[in-house]
DNA sequence: CTGAAAGCGCTTACAG
DNA sequence: CTGAAAGCGCTTACAG
């Protein structure tokens, strides 16, 4: 197997307790034998075992990050941002996908607390109490990252969703559209759901723009979920010149299945997403829509658990700007 | 701090070695002892420390995968597979982006020796001779996926892309186009470059159609990339009818490009991609492409480094089959 | 400046 | 069936 501490003190002519020393810098040994020991270090590829030095420092350097779904873009622009902050500060990261469940979650905290990771990042939707309980027993630091939770202690990044979905829909009417419609997600879900209908609506109605509840559909937040809810919109509604997709993916949908009944997009049919995707500006028309830097997102999350992991003090959470991308989807009405 | 196997035994009145017993299954205790024992655990909420097991073990039930960059939905994709395959087996995975250059990968193949990982799954292109020789004196189990190396120790879990490609070209000339053109990679290199231009050369050539140089541009993997050479071809030859594209982005690039050009996709020009990303059925119209599995082939690697590990018994590679995807971008040339 | 020793939380012969 | 002890590869007081 590979050397140990042990050997290299042999070879060296030194204790361990030396070896240790110079490998962590720490003061305690002449020049002399400190060239001693990198000498033996290099004759012998020597690499420290972090595994025993973890057993001992109760600090693994490595975090978990949870998902919902890991292949999906958007987790993984986050998943990115999270690993690339966490690579420079010297720390890895274990990635677990919660699937849709519960279960999964519970089953991953459980996993992520034997290996005795330093902290977690939490991106899978709704932080559930068994989550939060099993989360404090661990005593590990957590972060929230695209969602937040009724506990204030634990902190979040993310977007102001009410705020972006006012301001998608505000343009929208701005450009003039007057029977503007959303596809977004469920009532019932407090991130991504409720705010931004809320957000919608209240920009329709600052702009004494009717509101109707037929004109907001659910689009479960997928590709066919928006396909689905723009055939449903346009077969009942004849008059929308406007679609506010709370999300790429469903605006893409929506964007395919206007396509598919022949209507044009912007010339008939403007767009507007939420996210802004890769797939956003590979999008036929490039899609104009609402992003939430997500990369970026991941990087501060990463760096706030950082930052508590190492002081052991609280982190404050923090509300990222969004930013509306003009594309090519959407134009005054005709 | 949490419990350990010290307190349970002190409250379960028996040693550390019965309770180690029990939490192993491991036979020698009566069934009153292991019921104390159990409800012990249960009344501290004790859990095992995997980095205290892992110490004497030499396992750590983790494994690392190395991507050139994990928010790609083609690398997302194949870690959800390696994911999913690793958790069933109990295994965690550590992910790895190693950006473009090397210096990334040497540095993450050091850290996942010290985190003592017990196997490495490896997506980064090429393998080259120095991260090969780091494996070799890791002494850790490798998989390669969606590439080969010139080390046949090492096995590898892609398709064959020399195949794959004269499938798309030999699809287009049997739909009746005889002036096809390609959009790939690099001639230099030896995976997703060369291969998918020789079967794509061979495919024309078996069919007797013309083969051209100036037909085959490197469009570098990317959307942008795409776009670029679409623009350079259709600028230079005019009478082209059907272009492959050797990756899915590329493919997009290249309906966006000509849809700015007015030219219709798939009638004056037919488009087929390579991947079948997710993107690919997104697509406006939606994508014709060669589907190579891969979250099942992340899923396999998985698979074969976990035996590989358990057994410590060489793997075989494997080819998977890939397949044509026909969606709606490729017609009849008119 | 340097080393012997204890200890991190486990597992595993060994002995009974 | 059960426990005392050694040991995994480190770090860290403590003593000199």
Known sequence: ????????????????????????????????????????????????????RGLINKRTQTIGVLFPNVSSSFSSEILHGVEEEAHKHNYSVIVCNTAEDGKRTMKYLQVLREKQVDGIIFSSGVLKEDYYKAMQTMGTPVVLVA????????????????????????????QGHRRVAMIGGSWLDPIAGRPRIEGFRQALKDHGVETRDDLILDGGFSFEGGVAATERLLASVSDVTAVF???????????????????????????????????????????????????????????????????????DSEIVPHELIKRRTVCPPS
């Open 1 to 52: 197997m590979s050397a140990t501490i042990k050997d290299v003190a042999q070879r060296a002519e030194v204790s361990v307790a030396t070896v240790s020393r110079v490998l962590n810098n720490l003061p305690g040994y002449s020049e002399d034998t400190k060239q001693k020991v990198m000498q033996a270090i290099k004759e012998l590829g020597y690499q420290p075992n972090a595994i025993a």
């Open 147 to 174: 969602t937040k939770s009724d506990y204030d202690q634990v902190p979040y990044v993310k977007v102001d969703d009410y705020q972006a979905s006012y301001d998608a829909a505000d343009y929208l009417i701005r």
């Open 245 to 315: 997709a709370a999300g790429d993916e469903m605006a893409i949908g929506a964007i395919s299945a206007a396509s598919r009944l022949g209507i044009s997009v912007p010339e008939q049919l403007s767009v507007i997403g939420f996210d802004n995707l890769k797939l956003a500006e590979m999008s036929n028309p490039p899609l104009t829509t609402v992003s939430q830097p997500l990369q970026e997102m991941g990087r501060l999350a990463s760096r706030k658990l950082i930052a508590m992991m190492e002081s052991g003090a609280p982190a």
